[in-house]
């Protein structure tokens, strides 16, 4: 049975402070990891892809990931109140199997 | 704009009753998807085409039916056999199976009266 899992939150962090959600995953073979933000009652948008180890930075948010120890994060850096949403963390294989979803972290950036 | 379009965004259906959700994409992707999304749970694949005339079931394709008969569109009916329908119902694609990144549509929302 293949895994994401990540804290359900809320996590809650002041205006300006860094965000930090966090997702491990069971598959060792798994090599696509998308990190989506869904506001209520919205469809996801992607907002980072990471397929090598280490960081991948874009903007105000960076993707680390280590395949070693079976783990993703996004941080987003200085957070605002437009943050606030549920983060989706999604692994797949590139041999065809299906994308896993873990069941999100509720963000609240507080004013 | 390239993008998936789903309709309707709300839908109310009686039980014992079938309903056909709609989408359709411009990305000239060839594989779609159908996930179902309940409150504080991650998405569930429901079934997915990767080809005109094909599509395999997921991990939740009970009480559900799709077909793909033309590239842009993949409609799935929730059937009276679905014994709890009530969800956000999403549809994406990537341009291969499973590669790339999900582009969703804007979902559809099923409520059994």
Known sequence: ?111 | DGGITQSPKYLFRKEGQNVTLSCEQNLNHDAMYWYRQDPGQGLRLIYYSQIVNDFQKGDIAEGYSVSREKKESFPLTVTSAQKNPTAFYLCASTPGLNTGELFFGEGSRLTVL
Do not use: H
């Open chain 1, 1 to 111: 049975q293949k895994e994401v899992e990540q804290n359900s939150g809320p996590l809650s962090v002041p205006e300006g402070a860094i965000a930090s959600l966090n997702c491990t995953y069971s598959d060792r073979g798994s090599q696509s990891f998308f990190w989506y933000r869904q506001y209520s009652g919205k469809s996801p948008e992607l907002i980072m892809s990471i397929y090598s180890n280490g960081d991948k930075e874009d903007g105000r948010f960076t993707a680390q990931l280590n395949k070693a120890s079976q783990y993703v994060s996004l941080l987003i850096r200085d957070s605002q109140p437009s943050d606030s949403a549920t983060y989706l963390c999604a692994v797949n294989l590139f041999y065809g199997q299906n994308f896993v979803f873990g069941p999100g972290t509720r963000l609240s950036v507080l004013p």
